[in-house]
T-cell receptor, first 110, second 112 residues
Framework: RKEVEQDPGPFNVPEGATVAFNCTYS??????FFWYRQDCRKEPKLLMS???SGNEDGRFTAQLNRASQYISLLIRDSKLSDSATYLC???????????FGSGTRLQVQP | DVKVTQSSRYLVKRTGEKVFLECVQD?????MFWYRQDPGLGLRLIYF???????EKGDIPEGYSVSREKKERFSLILESASTNQTSMYLC???????????FGEGSRLTVL
């Protein structure tokens, strides 16, 4: 079983739609969680950290459910520029490196 | 802005060649990482370094070695390239244990 699992998609949504991605992680000792965004043929970049109480950044909302070991990303009012691959990232306690999911691809259609 | 620079964007090598991938960061970051990215498998950690001359194996270190002689530079070495090492290689750096990871643009290696 992969440490971090994501639905690869693609999710094809119209502009203005709301879309949600989930990600599950296997290590209950995981301590930090992030969403990174990767545009086609580009490097990943931090989108947002995920806090225990949930957090929002403009149209983006991240949630953490420790009991069920999943995190989610909600994008409201999708824009064409949101088209990208969204990577779920986890840091385990006692481990220096981050573990990446394989990503969920989002395609926003005009 | 943080800048992570990888020396080559595209390389084509032959099986058995020795390959060097160089990465330089300009923000005095302590931690540096090498990942490879393959379709359907995501990013997988090869090696990382948390200080000069310090290194730790990641999840897939076989066939690779690394060198960190200076804080700003982290090199990935393929001693004898094989076709299954054809991939996108991403270098990253980070200052703190829980800090943001900054990536270079990637080096796409093809081994024939």
């Amino acid at each position: 079983r992969k440490e971090v699992e994501q639905d690869p998609g693609p999710f094809n949504v119209p502009e203005g739609a709301t879309v949600a991605f989930n990600c599950t992680y296997s290590n209950s000792a995981s301590q930090s969680f992030f969403w990174y965004r990767q545009d086609c043929r580009k490097e990943p970049k931090l989108l947002m950290s995920v806090y225990s109480s949930g957090n929002e950044d403009g149209r983006f909302t991240a949630q953490l459910n420790r009991a069920s070991q999943y995190i989610s990303l909600l994008i409201r009012d999708s824009k064409l520029s949101d088209s990208a691959t969204y990577l779920c990232v986890v840091k385990d306690m006692g481990r220096r490196a981050l573990t990446f999911g394989s990503g969920t691809r989002l395609q926003v259609q005009p | 802005d943080v800048k992570v620079t990888q020396s080559s964007r595209y390389l084509v090598k032959r099986t058995g060649e020795k390959v060097f991938l160089e990465c330089v960061q300009d923000m005095d970051h302590e931690n540096m990482f090498w990942y490879r990215q393959d379709p359907g498998l995501g990013l997988r950690l090869i090696y990382f370094s948390y200080d000069v001359k310090m290194k730790e194996k990641g999840d897939i270190p076989e066939g690779y070695s690394v060198s960190r002689e200076k804080k700003e530079r982290f090199s990935l070495i393929l001693e004898s390239a094989s076709t299954n090492q054809t991939s996108m290689y991403l270098c990253a750096s980070r200052q703190l244990a829980a800090g943001e990871l900054f990536f270079g643009e990637g080096s796409r290696l093809t081994v024939l």
